[in-house]
């Protein structure tokens, strides 16, 4: 099984790849999880909802083309699904026993196109608050380290 974090945007600053990095070097290699970063649509000005729209379909296009074949979706989004580290553990444990990698999906400046989300297999809260996307970066690698460790019987995690 792997994992991919498919995040719009690059040239993070350096506090967030090394948090990011840390956590996926931390992960077991029967559950590897790697970065894939989309460049966001270029933004002009003061864009209005018809561009923004444009944007977001852009972005789609290329996070779609970036997808491995017969991945399980997952984007992540405020208005999504929560769940604790268990259940997260839990669904790892299904998507295992599908055999399906499962691709993590982080939008940009603003968000995820609607179809996107429309397609998800799964749209996944971290939080009710909005996050800066390289914050999601890491907190997303954490909670997969987490879970993963809870598989596992690490003592990372104390419950």
Same mark, same amino acid.
């Given at each position: ?30 559950? &590897?999880?790697?970065?894939? *970063?989309? $460049? ?6 003061? +864009? %209005?909802?018809? /561009? @923004?729209? &444009?944007?977001?379909?852009? *972005?789609? $296009? ?6 491995? +074949? %017969?991945?399980? /979706? @997952? ?85």
């Amino acid at each position: 099984m792997k994992f991919l974090a498919v995040a719009v945007g690059h040239r993070m600053p350096t506090w967030i790849n090394a948090g990011f990095e840390e956590y996926a070097r931390r992960m077991p290699r029967e559950a &590897r999880l790697a970065l894939i *970063e989309i $460049k966001p649509e270029a933004r002009s000005g003061r +864009a %209005g909802a018809a /561009t @923004v729209q &444009r944007m977001l379909q852009a *972005e789609h $296009k290329r996070i779609s083309a970036a997808l491995p +074949a %017969g991945c399980c /979706t @997952v984007v992540l989004d405020e208005r999504g699904k929560s769940f604790s580290t268990r259940q997260l553990a839990d669904r790892i444990t299904r998507w295992r026993e599908a055999g399906c990698d499962v691709a993590f999906i982080i939008g940009g400046a603003d968000g995820t196109a609607a179809t996107l989300k429309g397609q998800a297999d799964l749209l996944w809260s971290l939080s009710p608050l909005t996050l800066p996307h390289g914050l999601v970066r890491i907190v997303l690698a954490e909670q997969l380290y987490r879970a993963v460790s809870i598989l596992s019987g690490h003592p990372y995690h104390r419950e």
